[in-house]
């Protein structure tokens, strides 16, 4: 299947299928956590039989091939850029490294919270789609709404809103912190399936990052199984969700 990019599903930041979606969450207060996001490549492993990114249980030689991957996949996006970003992809770009930046902080504060493997490693390459955004941000000359903002703090208050209601939701317990999870990487991945660009350098760059989601979402669907819990999709169809864990 084709894969269409995403340019202009998000208003301010927040993506217009996220906030039907957490409506019934209620607020939460946010988290204070301090990390650094760093260039690089997403790295590949496997979590209880999902594919899971720098997943407890990866081979090294997978590991280092998929970051590999994500990395050459960065450089190649940034070789084709050529200065001129039309609005919608600009603002595609702006509202994608809060998302990336979004996930990332929940998914650390959830891991530090409940010592999951699935969160910690995902936390990890969410860093890095971020890294990966944030330059191609840069490299337009755009700024990047991320820039000076702790984990748990985003300039937009709607988005700040929605990540207190997602890590209220996430710190009531493992299963409801894992059904955030999927929640996220479903919305990412609709996101991104949503809307279409012609710049070949935003396509090469969003087309890693919904594969990325799809092993994510994967991943959180297998550690809700070893709950005993059985994940239904929430912004997905059914038959999408099946075609991406297998279901």
């Known amino acids: 299947m084709d894969k269409k990019i995403r340019a202009a ?17 209620g607020g939460g207060a946010g988290a204070t956590y301090t990390t650094t996001v760093s260039a690089g490549g997403t ?9 899971t990114e720098n997943g407890p249980g990866a081979r090294n030689g997978a590991t280092d091939r998929n970051r590999h991957s994500m ?3 960065t450089a190649a996006a940034l070789a084709l850029v050529d200065g001129d970003i039309s609005d919608a992809d600009a603002q595609a770009l702006a509202a994608m490294v809060e ?11 959830l891991g530090d919270q409940y010592d999951l493997g699935a969160f910690q490693a995902i936390a990890v390459a969410e860093s890095r789609h971020e890294a990966s955004v ?3 941000l840069d490299a337009y000359g755009l700024s990047d709404p991320t820039d000076g ?3 748990g703090e985003f300039a937009d208050p709607s988005l700040q809103s929605l990540y207190d209601a997602l890590l209220a939701q996430g710190l009531t317990s493992q299963e409801q912190a894992l059904t955030v999870g999927g929640l996220v990487e479903e ?4 996101d991104l399936r949503e809307l279409a660009t012609d710049e070949a350098s935003v396509n090469l760059v969003f087309d890693h990052l919904e594969s990325a989601s799809e092993n994510h979402l994967q991943a959180f669907v297998v550690s809700l199984d070893r709950l005993g819990v059985t994940y239904d999709a929430q912004v997905l169809t059914d038959a999408q ?7």
């Open 99 to 109: 998302e990336e930046k979004l996930a990332h902080d929940l998914y650390l504060t």
């Open 149 to 151: 903002q702790a984990v």
């Open 43 to 51: 790295t590949t492993g496997s979590a209880g039989g999902a594919t």
């Open 187 to 190: 919305t990412d991945i609709s």
């Open 134 to 136: 944030s330059a191609l």
């Open 241 to 247: 969700l099946a075609e991406i864990v297998g279901g």
């Open 9 to 25: 599903a998000i208003v301010g930041g927040v993506s217009l299928a996220l906030v039907p979606a957490v409506a019934a969450l």
């Open 71 to 73: 990395a050459v996949g």
